[in-house]
């Protein structure tokens, strides 16, 4: 009894560190497409531009405290703010009962920030971060050198090529750059084919480095299978998406106009219109990033336990 309070004690100290940490990351958000400080000036409303107080700038409880309004100007303050860092301590939360206070439960800590300053950042203005993307790039090197991905190919590799297994921490970094090449070749030679058949760019260098990023986390099954589900999201949210700003009549006013100049028919201008949304596929990414992070171990362990 004693062992399950201290667990649900911890359990919840991780979640306010992580709703702590998720006010950081909301930061990141917001100012480094900016190309501000993350630093300096102090938290302030985005409308009136008055200092934030410490009182009501607490992660999560502030927003609830002030019903989500500015105390100075009453302005509506964007519910990204309280979502995002409560996302944070979820995943915070699922991150330790998954891995631990361990090296691989901070790695994965780690990379559940910078997937989700990604993640938000190209779902609010379609901009992917270098200053996200490199740092990331070398950190997860790092890591994957401490804690290698659960990979094998770089062991595989070796095996079949040199007949011996290299040291862990050079495996892992193996599989590091491994999962890299592969998840930033495979989008950039995908971006490079849309290009010359449609005559228009469909993916931005964004993704790629995005992925040669995710890579260094996952190794190359990781990422093979992020960018597997992130694109079948990606086409469900999509198609979902087209069909329903369709049926809403979005943008019905520029295809009357178009059609009273002979541009085409109302109905085929409304659908070239819809198609023509683009979603941000970075997003999809980082959520089948995420998903293969937290879901694939209990996917695994299930599976052979079926076998057994």
Not at 64 to 81: A, D, E, F, H, V
Not at 186 to 214: H, I, Q, S, T
């Amino acid at each position: 009894m004693f062992l399950w309070q201290s667990r649900e004690v911890v359990i919840v100290f991780v979640f306010l560190f992580g709703i702590v940490i998720g006010s950081f990351l909301n930061v990141c958000i917001t100012r480094i497409p900016e190309g501000l400080s993350i630093v300096a000036p102090s938290s302030r409303c985005p409308r009136c531009e008055t200092l934030i107080k410490a009182y009501d700038n607490v992660p999560l409880f502030a927003w609830l405290w002030l019903r989500g309004k500015c105390r100075s100007c009453g302005n509506p303050i964007s519910p990204m703010y309280p979502l995002v860092e409560l996302l944070t301590g979820l995943l915070f939360v699922a991150c330790y009962l998954e891995f631990g206070l361990t090296q691989a439960g901070v790695k994965w800590l780690m990379f559940t920030c910078l997937i989700l300053v990604l993640t938000i950042t190209d779902l609010r203005v379609r901009l992917l971060p270098d200053l996200i993307n490199w740092p990331g790039f070398a950190l997860g090197l790092f890591l994957s050198a401490c804690v290698p991905p659960n990979d094998g190919t770089a062991s595989l590799l070796s095996l079949s090529l040199f007949h011996r297994t290299p040291p862990p921490y050079l495996l892992g970094l193996l599989d590091a750059l491994l999962g890299a090449a592969f998840g930033s070749l495979l989008l950039w030679g995908v971006a490079a084919l849309y290009k010359v058949v449609r005559g228009r760019e469909g993916m931005g260098l964004g993704d790629v480095k995005m992925m040669a990023m995710v890579g260094t986390f996952l190794g190359l099954r990781g990422t093979f299978l992020t960018i597997l589900l992130g694109t079948l999201l990606g086409s469900l949210v999509g198609g979902a998406t087209i069909l329903a700003l369709y049926a809403s009549g979005w943008q019905l006013a520029l295809a009357e106009r178009a059609s009273r100049r002979n541009l085409g028919t109302l109905n085929g201008l409304r659908w070239t219109l819809a198609t023509q949304y683009q979603l941000p596929l970075g997003t999809f990414l980082g959520i089948a990033a995420l998903l293969v992070v937290y879901l694939g171990p209990p996917a695994e362990r299930y599976l052979a336990a079926r076998l057994v």
